[in-house]
């Protein structure tokens, strides 16, 4: 079964940027959707990005567009979210997920956490001004 790690949280000032990692390891990584979903406090847990096994084809949140980059090394098992121009909204818990199914519709990702399938623990992200 895959695993999960996620790391590169921190804290950070508002308009800078941060790149968060996610190592697979355990099973094969390479035919599955990977994306990034985070948790702020008291809120829902909400999609930000997906990318395909290939790492050829990314999709995004309608209101994630923009300012954060997925992208992912295959041969390192790795899937990354750049987040540019960091907003204290940004504030929240990152998690890395396998993607059991994958919701598109016109270019855009519209994900439900029930969509995942593997969860990592999560990275803390918080954003100050």
Same mark, same amino acid.
């Given at each position: 079964?895959?695993?999960?790690?996620? &790391?590169?949280?921190? &804290?950070?000032? %508002?308009?800078? #940027?941060?790149?968060? #990692?996610?190592? %697979? &390891?355990?099973?094969?990584?390479?035919?599955?959707? *990977?994306?990034? /979903?985070?948790?702020?406090?008291?809120?829902?847990?909400?999609?930000?990005?997906?990318? #395909?096994?290939? $790492?050829?084809?990314?999709?995004?949140?309608? &209101? *994630?567009?923009?300012? /954060?980059?997925?992208?992912?090394?295959?041969?390192?098992?790795?899937? /990354?979210?750049?987040?540019?121009?960091?907003?204290?909204?940004?504030? $929240?818990?990152?998690?890395? %997920?396998?993607?059991?199914?994958? $919701?598109? *519709?016109?270019?855009?990702?519209?994900?439900?956490?029930?969509? %995942?399938?593997?969860?990592?623990?999560?990275?803390?992200?918080?954003? #100050?001004?």
């Amino acid at each position: 079964q895959v695993q999960l790690v996620e &790391s590169g949280g921190g &804290s950070v000032q %508002a308009g800078g #940027s941060l790149t968060l #990692s996610c190592v %697979a &390891s355990g099973s094969t990584f390479s035919g599955v959707y *990977m994306g990034w /979903f985070r948790q702020a406090p008291g809120k829902e847990r909400e999609g930000v990005a997906t990318i #395909s096994p290939d $790492a050829m084809t990314a999709y995004y949140t309608a &209101s *994630m567009k923009g300012r /954060f980059t997925i992208t992912r090394d295959i041969a390192k098992n790795t899937v /990354f979210l750049r987040i540019d121009n960091l907003e204290p909204e940004d504030t $929240a818990t990152y998690y890395c %997920a396998t993607i059991a199914r994958l $919701a598109v *519709m016109e270019g855009t990702w519209y994900p439900r956490p029930t969509d %995942a399938g593997r969860w990592g623990q999560g990275t803390q992200v918080t954003v #100050s001004t």
